[in-house]
């Protein structure tokens, strides 16, 4: 089983920039694909970014790309997203998942496991 614990959410202005964290629990995390998604009201979850077991393998959603960055660090168990030049529409639930098959990109029924998720606002 994978647990995983998000962090590092909160309020700041357009323009600014965040760095979220992802925690894992599992044995085996080097062997699990990791993403990102993000919620916002009214709408379904989207992703992100992702990243491969290895983290040889990076993808960003059209959106995001050039403004933010997912990393991990197998030793620690931990993936992080940086999120600059944040725009309002950028505003949600942020959301890090894991997939058994170290998979890069994916919709979010390709996700096993899930955080339960940190806020995101930027204000205009």
């Known amino acids: 089983q994978v647990q995983l614990e998000e962090s590092g959410g909160g309020l700041v202005l357009a323009g600014g920039s965040l760095r979220l964290s992802c925690a894992a629990s599992g044995r085996t995390f080097r062997n699990y694909g990791m993403g990102w998604f993000r919620q916002a009201l009214g709408k379904e979850r989207e992703f992100v970014a992702g990243i491969s077991g290895s983290g040889t393998i990076t993808y960003y959603s059209a959106s995001v790309k050039g403004r933010f960055t997912i990393s991990r660090d197998n030793a620690k168990n931990t993936v992080d997203l940086q999120m600059n030049s944040l725009k309002p529409e950028d505003t949600g639930v942020y959301y890090c998942?894991?997939?058994?098959?170290?998979?890069?990109?994916?919709?979010?029924?390709?996700?096993?496991?899930w955080g339960q998720g940190t806020q995101v606002t930027v204000s205009s």
């Open positions: 998942a894991a997939d058994l098959t170290s998979r890069w990109y994916g919709t979010a029924t390709d996700y096993e496991y």
